[in-house]
């Protein structure tokens, strides 16, 4: 599985941005695809999770409310549209999938089998 993100930029505070992310590969459709950030000095963390068939979602705290995510079978994407960005949400995203479908409760880093590029978002205050 490949996984592209894309739809990251610089924007002001309570903005929003949809980001991007495609799935290529045979299986591709058959794997949960979570977003986790990166802060400068920060670990990795989660911020959203889909599963295969788009029935299940988790959310962070931090961001339950302002962030959706969502996807698409036929185009073999997942999207996280970002509303009410705030400066704390400055990171670089990373799109990842696993096979197995896990929720806040149980999704570490080390569940995920595949990893995209970031794409860097950025919020001035």
């Known amino acids: 599985v490949q996984l592209q993100a894309s739809g990251g930029g610089l924007v002001q505070a309570g903005d929003s941005l949809r980001l991007s992310c495609v799935a290529s590969?045979?299986?591709?459709?058959?794997?949960?695809v979570y977003w986790f950030r990166q802060a400068p000095g920060n670990e990795r963390e989660f911020v959203a999770g889909?599963?295969?068939?788009?029935?299940?979602?988790s959310y962070a705290a931090s961001v339950k409310g302002r962030f959706t995510i969502s996807r698409d079978h036929a185009k073999n994407e997942v999207y996280l549209q970002m509303n009410s960005l705030r400066p704390e949400d400055t990171a670089i995203y990373y799109c990842?999938?696993?096979?197995?479908?896990?929720?806040?409760?149980?999704?570490?880093?080390?569940?995920?089998?595949?990893w995209g590029q970031g794409t860097q978002v950025t919020v001035s205050s």
């Open positions: 990842a999938a696993a096979w197995n479908w896990h929720t806040i409760v149980t999704i570490t880093t080390s569940r995920i089998e595949y």
């Open positions: 590969g045979r299986t591709s459709s058959q794997y949960s």
């Open positions: 889909i599963s295969s068939g788009g029935g299940s979602t």
